[in-house]
């Protein structure tokens, strides 16, 4: 009897857990059809605004605060081997 009632909750568990996932694979679905949209376009207004984003005279800044330059593998390994061998504590 008890073989049945295990049988049973595992059933409706993975009936549960199957139709959860089809749902969320139908919202992703969706939430990609919709496009890309630009984040430029959703500004945040000055009045809630971060205070990094004032400047020392109170005023706005809207201006990227940080920009990552990307740069290939063989130009980083060069630019940390002459860290390492610029270090005081590298024996040549």
Do not use: C
Not at 65 to 88: E, G
């Amino acid at each position: 009897m008890i073989q049945i009632l295990y049988i049973l909750a595992f059933t409706i568990l993975s009936i549960f857990a199957i139709s959860n996932l089809i749902r969320s694979m139908i919202a992703l679905s969706q939430n990609d059809s919709r496009g890309y949209q630009d984040n430029r376009s959703r500004r945040v207004s000055p009045q809630y605004a971060h205070p990094e984003l004032w400047d020392k005279d109170g005023k706005y800044i809207d201006e990227p605060l940080m920009v990552i330059k990307s740069i290939n593998v063989d130009d980083a390994r060069s630019r940390l081997d002459a860290l390492y061998n610029s270090s005081p504590s590298s024996e040549k």
